[in-house]
C-alpha cells in the first residue's frame, strides 16, 4: 500500500483499542521472568561455548603480538580468535568502528582478540592471561584542540544539510538592538542501557543463527553479511526481548561479530556478552560537542538573527553529531545560520543516542533561549510564544503538518503554576534549598519509513502478526496488537504479535522515533489486505463490510470473523511505502518541558522536584506505553543534565569512568514527580494510523529546562553540562547573598 | 577470576591460623567488594577464608555502657538496632547512606571498614596504579581525579577510603578488636587502623598477616546532636564526593570527621577545639597541608561549606 495523500476517516478512528491506556501484553511475562533475552536462549541439542572479548588496553597503536600459550593451555579453554585467524573483516553501513581490532589498535578497549571456553568463567579466566605487545602511538583525544582542524560539513538535502544561511546572518546579528554569544558544551554520553550487547551464535552450514539484542533487524542482517562477507541469505537475527536499547544496539556490535567468528572458527555454538566495563569504550556513544550559539533580537522580543555553529569529534568515517536540526525548525528568525564541523578524534565511536543531534542541539539552543529572554526582561515562556512560526523558517513555502508548540507551552505553564516562578533568579528559599523553575521547548522530527507485516487468521478467530520490528522496552508488542485488534474487529487478546526475527516481513525497526508511527502503518496494510480476503470469503464486495466484535458484516449479513478461515488459515502480507507528503509538509512532534529544582544553598547539590512534560505527537496510541515513553526520557534528561559524563583522560585516551558506578544515571530518589500531558491531535499526512513517535520527544529540551531552573534558583548560569555541584561553588555564588 | 581454593572456619582463631598457613589468602565474608575486585583481576587470593559463620554477628551491650558490634554484623541490621539507633545515630545514618538496601544487607562491619578504593584507575588493569601495582605509577593524579583525594595524599596514591561507616566510627571514636593466629588480642583505635599511601600506597592498614577483625567497639553514648551530611552528584547510591559525620554539642563543641578526602577518614582532633569559632577556621586546620588536584580542589570549599550546613543544622 503507498500512502500518497492525507489519511481520511479509517477503521482505526473507531479507537475501540487504538488509543486506549492498555498494559502491555508482553508485560506479564518480563514481570515474571519468562521473556527470553539474547542471552537466556536454550539452544536446543547444543552444549554452547562461551566466549569472552578482550579489549584493547591501548588508545591508538599496533598489536605487536598477543601471547595466547598460556590462556591456550587453560582447563576448558578452545581457543582463541584473533585479527590473524579470523579471516577478512569489513565494517557495517552505518557504525564506522571495525569491531576486530588487529593490528591497529583504533581505540581504547576495541576488541583484540576473543577467548572461547567451555564455561564463562574459563573463557574469562583466559581472557585475563593473554599477554598482548603493543607499540603506542599518539593520538587525538582532545575535542577542543582537535577543534582546530576540524572540517565544515558540506551542505546537503535541507533535512539533512549540515550548513546553512538564511538572508545574512552576519549583518542581521550585527545590527540586533539585544545580542547573546555563547559557548556551550556537552559531554559525551553512554546508552547504559541494562541489558548488555549480547549474541548467542550458531552455523549450520553456510546459514548462521544469532540471537541477538539489536534495534533493527534489517540494519543487523545488511551489516553482518557486510562485515563477514556473506550472503544475507544466509543469515538468521533473532531479537524478540531487548533489555533497553536507547540508539546503543543500532545494529552490528562487537559482540555478534565475536560470537559468529568463534563459532565458526570452534564449530560450536557460541554465547558472549559484553560485560560491563567494556560497554562504554568498546561500542558507541553520544559525542561531546561544544556549540557557539549567537540570537539577535529587537527589544520587543523579535529574533531577528539566529546562529549556531557547533564542532564535535569521531573516529574517520564516523559522523558529525547534528546539533543544530531543531535550531533550524523551531523558531522564526530573518537571518539565519547553522554550522556543523567534525574534527578527527582516536576515542570510541560516537554515534546515535536517543534524538541524536536534537538532545545535545537543545541542551545549547533552550539555555540560549532563556539568556535571551533575561536580556529583554520577557518571560521565556512568553518569548518562545512569541517567536512561534506555522512555517518552516528556513522555507516559508514549507508548512508544519501540525504544530501545537504554543498550546503545548501554555498549557504547560498553566498546569504547572509557572506563574508562581520567581521573576528575579535567587528569589525563592525553603530552609536550606534554593528553589528555581525553569522552561524549554522540545521539538524532534516525525519520520516515518516504510514497513512490511504479515497477519494471519485462523479458524479460532486468532490474529497473528508478523513483522522484524523490534519492541525495545517501548511497548511495540502492545500497540501492534491494538491496531491489528482495531483493523479486524476483535479483543486484543486474540492477537498473537511475533516480532525481532528477521525471517519475518521487514521493518525499519526501533530507532529515530519512527517505531511506532511506521510499524503500526505496515500492519495496517496488511490488515487491509486481510479484510479484503475475509470479504471475499464472504462474497462481500472489497472494502464495504464492518468489522467489529469478532463479526464481519454487510446490512444485515453477519458472520464470525473465523469462519473465514474455515477451510484454512488466510494469510496477507503487504508494506506500507511512503510518497511526497514528508516533503511537502514539515512533519515534527512538538512539546514543553517544564521542571523545578531544589538547589542546596550550602553544597549545591541539585535536586529535582518536579517534571512536567506537555507533548504534541499525533495520534497517541497507547497513552500508558506513550506515557512510559516520556517519564523515561525526562529522567535521561535528567541524567545528562545533572551527572551524565563519560570523562575523558586526554592522557591515556579513554573514558575513564566505564563502569555504573562511576558512570551515573539517575536512581530513583533523583526522580520524585512527573507529569505528562498528552496533547492528541491527528496528522493526516503521515499514515492512516495519523501517529507520530514520542519516545525521542520526551528528552529533547529537558536537561536545557533544568539548567534554566538551576539559574532561576541561584542565579548561576552553567553553560557546560552535566551542571555539577562543583561548577556552581566554583563560579560566583555567593553563599551569604540573600535575595 | 583465577581459580582459589575455599575453606570454611567457625572461630575467628581459625580463621587466623588457615591464613598463616596458606599465604596469599584472602578472608571472605559479604564479598561485596571482593568478588568484584577478583572478577577483574584486581584481587587474586589463592586461597579464601570463609568468615561468614564464626559467630560474630552479635551486637552486645559492653560492661563500660559501650557497644561491641561483631565483625560479621552485617550494615543493615547494625543501622536498624536499636541501641544504634538510640545512641549513635551518627552511625545509622552513615550507613543507611551508602550502597544499596542489597549490599547493606550482605556487607559486614568488618569488610566494610576494609574496603578498598573506588579510584577508577585502580580498577582498570590496563592503568598504572601503584596501590595494584607497586611502583608501576599513578595514572589518576594528572587523570580524573574529581573524587579523589585533597589530603594526607602522595605523589604514588591519591586514592580515598570510600566508607562511609568509617567517618562515623572514627568521629565516634570506636576501636577495633582483632586477634592472631598465636590467639593474642589487640584493640587498635580506629585512628591507627589505616595507614596513609606515602610511597607505598598497597598497604593500606595496620594489620598484621593473619590478623583478623573480630568485633568494634563503640564507647558509651557520648550525646550531641549527631548528623551524617553526604555530598553526593545523584541522591542515592553513590560514593561521597565528601561527607562530614559530626557529634555537636548546645555549647557549639564538638566532634568531627571527614569521608571523600583522604586515604582514611580524615579527623584532627585540634581542629574541633575552633568549631565555636566556625567553620572556616576549623576547615583551615583540618585541611592543613592539603595538596589537591586542579580538578578536585573544589572539595575544600565543599568541606567548609558542609561544615557550616551541619553547624547551622546542630542549631536548630
Redesign the interface.
Known amino acids: 500500500m503507498k500512502f500518497d495523500k492525507p489519511a481520511g476517516k479509517n477503521a482505526i478512528d473507531q479507537l475501540k483499542v487504538v488509543g486506549k491506556p492498555i498494559d502491555r501484553i508482553d508485560g506479564p511475562l518480563k514481570t515474571t521472568g519468562r521473556a527470553t533475552y539474547a542471552y537466556e536462549h536454550q539452544i536446543a541439542e547444543t552444549k554452547p561455548a562461551y566466549g569472552y572479548i578482550v579489549g584493547a ?2 588508545a591508538k597503536g599496533r598489536i605487536e603480538a598477543i601471547h595466547q600459550t598460556a590462556a591456550k593451555s587453560l582447563p576448558g579453554v578452545i581457543g582463541v580468535i584473533t585479527a590473524s585467524n579470523a579471516g577478512p573483516l569489513k565494517t557495517g553501513r552505518f557504525y564506522a568502528d571495525r569491531l576486530l581490532a588487529g593490528p591497529d589498535v583504533d581505540h581504547y578497549h576495541q576488541a583484540i582478540a576473543i577467548v572461547v571456553a567451555e564455561s564463562f ?1 574459563q573463557a ?2 583466559g581472557a ?1 592471561l593473554l599477554r598482548v605487545d603493543y607499540v603506542k602511538s599518539k593520538g587525538s583525544f582532545d575535542l577542543k584542540k582537535a577543534g582546530a582542524s576540524a572540517t565544515i560539513l558540506n551542505p546537503g538535502r535541507p533535512s539533512t544539510a549540515a550548513t546553512a544561511e538564511v538572508s545574512s546572518f552576519e549583518d542581521g546579528f550585527k545590527s540586533a538592538p539585544f545580542k547573546l554569544d555563547e559557548i556551550y558544551t556537552t559531554p559525551d554520553q553512554s546508552h547504559a542501557m541494562m541489558e548488555p550487547h549480547a549474541t548467542i551464535a550458531k552455523w549450520d552450514g553456510e546459514k548462521l543463527t544469532c540471537w541477538c539484542s539489536i534495534q533493527q533487524i534489517n540494519w543487523g542482517v545488511r551489516d553482518l553479511a557486510n562485515i563477514l562477507g556473506i550472503d544475507p541469505k544466509n543469515i538468521r537475527l533473532i531479537s524478540a526481548f531487548i533489555g533497553g536499547g536507547f540508539g546503543g544496539k543500532g545494529t552490528v556490535l562487537s559482540d555478534i561479530v565475536a560470537a559468529s567468528l568463534a563459532a565458526r572458527l570452534t564449530g560450536r555454538t557460541v554465547k558472549i556478552t559484553l560485560q560491563r ?1 567494556l560497554m562504554f569504550n568498546n561500542t558507541i556513544h553520544r559525542p561531546a560537542t561544544i556549540q557557539r550559539l549567537r540570537i539577535g533580537a529587537d527589544a520587543d522580543g523579535t529574533i531577528t538573527s539566529i546562529g549556531h555553529e557547533s564542532l564535535s569529534g569521531n573516529i574517520p568515517r564516523g559522523f558529525a553529531e547534528y546539533t543544530t536540526t531543531s535550531t533550524r525548525t523551531l523558531y522564526a528568525g530573518k537571518n539565519r545560520m547553522t554550522q556543523l564541523k567534525l574534527a578527527l578524534l582516536n576515542l570510541p565511536e560516537g554515534a546515535a543516542m536517543r534524538a541524536p543531534g536534537e538532545a545535545s542541539g537543545m541542551m545549547a539552543l533552550e539555555i540560549a533561549m532563556d539568556e535571551m529572554a533575561a536580556k529583554l526582561k520577557m518571560d521565556p515562556v512568553e518569548f518562545r510564544i512569541k517567536n512561534d512560526t506555522q512555517v518552516h523558517p528556513e522555507n516559508p513555502k514549507r508548512t508544519f503538518s501540525t504544530r501545537l508548540l504554543v498550546e503545548c507551552l501554555q498549557t504547560g505553564a498553566k498546569k504547572f503554576k509557572w506563574e508562581s516562578r520567581s521573576k528575579q533568579p535567587r528569589g525563592k528559599e525553603e530552609g ?1 534549598w534554593l528553589l528555581g523553575m525553569g522552561v524549554a521547548s522540545a521539538v524532534r522530527g516525525a519520520p516515518i519509513m516504510k514497513c512490511a507485516a504479515r497477519v494471519r487468521l485462523s479458524n479460532k478467530g486468532i490474529v497473528t502478526v508478523e513483522t522484524d520490528m523490534t519492541d525495545i522496552g517501548t511497548g511495540s508488542y502492545t500497540i501492534i496488537a491494538q491496531t491489528a485488534a482495531e483493523m479486524m474487529g476483535i479483543e486484543i487478546n486474540k492477537v498473537v504479535v511475533k516480532l525481532g526475527d528477521s525471517s519475518l516481513p521487514e521493518s525499519p525497526g526501533s530507532a529515530g522515533q519512527w517505531g511506532a508511527a511506521s510499524s503500526t502503518s505496515g500492519v495496517y496494510a496488511a490488515c487491509v489486505k486481510l479484510r479484503e480476503k475475509v470479504e471475499q470469503m464472504f462474497g462481500f464486495e472489497p472494502g464495504t463490510a464492518e468489522f467489529s466484535d469478532g463479526k464481519v458484516s454487510v446490512k444485515n449479513k453477519k458472520y464470525s470473523l473465523s469462519k473465514a478461515a474455515d477451510s484454512g488459515e488466510l494469510i496477507s502480507e503487504d508494506e506500507m511505502t511512503y510518497g511526497e507528503l514528508s516533503r511537502e509538509f514539515a512533519q515534527d512532534t512538538f512539546g514543553a518541558h517544564f521542571v523545578e529544582v531544589a538547589v ?1 544553598k ?4 541539585i ?1 529535582v522536584r518536579r517534571m512536567l512534560a506537555v507533548c504534541h505527537a499525533g495520534r497517541i496510541l497507547n497513552p500508558k506505553t506513550a506515557r512510559s515513553q516520556v517519564i523515561g526520557a525526562m529522567t535521561m534528561g535528567v541524567g545528562a543534565a ?2 551524565e559524563e563519560l ?1 575523558v ?1 586526554t ?2 585516551g579513554f573514558f ?4 555504573l ?2 558512570y ?1 544515571v ?5 526522580i520524585p514527580h512527573q507529569d505528562v500531558i498528552l496533547l492528541e491531535d491527528l496528522d493526516p499526512t503521515m499514515s492512516p494510523m495519523k501517529a507520530k513517535g514520542i519516545g525521542e520527544l520526551g528528552l529533547v529540551g529537558v536537561a536545557a529546562a533544568i539548567a534554566n531552573a538551576v539559574y532561576n534558583a541561584t542565579g548561576v548560569r552553567i553553560r557546560e553540562y ?1 551542571i ?3 561548577k556552581i ?2 563560579s560566583s555564588y555567593n ?1 551569604e547573598e540573600n535575595n | ?3 582459589f581454593t575455599y575453606q570454611r572456619v567457625t572461630t575467628a582463631l581459625d580463621a587466623a591460623k588457615a591464613a598463616d598457613k596458606t599465604p596469599g589468602s584472602k578472608f571472605i565474608a559479604g564479598g561485596t567488594n571482593l568478588l568484584d575486585l577478583m ?3 584486581i584481587e587474586k587470593p589463592a586461597h579464601l577464608i570463609d568468615i561468614s559463620k564464626t559467630g560474630l554477628n552479635k551486637i552486645e551491650l559492653n560492661t563500660d555502657g559501650g557497644l561491641r558490634i561483631g565483625a560479621m554484623v552485617n550494615n543493615t541490621d547494625l543501622a536498624s538496632h536499636n541501641v544504634v539507633r538510640r545512641d549513635y545515630g551518627l552511625l545509622a545514618r552513615a550507613l543507611l547512606s551508602g550502597a544499596s538496601g542489597q549490599l547493606r544487607n550482605k556487607a559486614t562491619t568488618s569488610g566494610n571498614l576494609l574496603q578498598r578504593t ?1 579510584c ?2 585502580f ?2 588493569t ?2 598504572l596504579c601503584n596501590k595494584r601495582v607497586p611502583g608501576s605509577g599513578c ?1 589518576a593524579i ?3 581525579s ?1 573524587q579523589l583525594a585533597i589530603i594526607g595524599s602522595s605523589d604514588h596514591c591519591i586514592a580515598t577510603h570510600p566508607s562511609d561507616m568509617a567517618v562515623a566510627m572514627r568521629a565516634l571514636d570506636a576501636t577495633v578488636e582483632t586477634v592472631n593466629v598465636r590467639g593474642e588480642h589487640r584493640k587498635i583505635p580506629i585512628a591507627d587502623l589505616y595507614l596513609l599511601p606515602g610511597s607505598t600506597p598497597h598497604l593500606e592498614n595496620t594489620l598484621q598477616p593473619g590478623e583478623i577483625i573480630t568485633s568494634v567497639l563503640l564507647p558509651p553514648p557520648i550525646g550531641g546532636k549527631q548528623i551524617y ?1 553526604k ?9 561521597a ?1 565528601i561527607s562530614v559525620g559530626a557529634i555537636i554539642y548546645p555549647d557549639g563543641s564538638g566532634k568531627l570527621a571527614l569521608g571523600g578526602v583522604a586515604a582514611k577518614p580524615w579527623r584532627i582532633e585540634q581542629a574541633e577545639a575552633l568549631l565555636p569559632k566556625g567553620s572556616k577556621l576549623v576547615t583551615e586546620r583540618l585541611l592543613a597541608g592539603a595538596r589537591p588536584t586542579g580538578e578536585n580542589q ?1 572539595k575544600i ?2 568541606v567548609e ?2 561544615i ?2 551541619v553547624i ?1 543544622q546542630a542549631k536548630r
Open positions: 588496553g591501548i568463567e574469562r579466566a585475563a566495563t536550606d542546596n550550602y553544597s549545591c547539590e535536586r545533572l551527572m570523562v583522560d592522557n591515556v575513564v569512568n566505564h563502569d558506578a562511576g551515573e539517575p536512581v530513583h530518589a533523583d552535566p555539577s555541584l562543583h561553588l566554583e553563599l | 577470576m583465577k581459580s572478577k577483574l583481576q573506588r577508577p584507575y580498577y582498570d590496563n592503568q595514572a594528572a587523570g580524573f574529581r551530611q555530598i553526593r552528584d545523584r541522591a542515592s547510591y553513590a560514593f564526593t573544589y570549599m565543599l561549606r558542609t557550616e550546613s547551622q
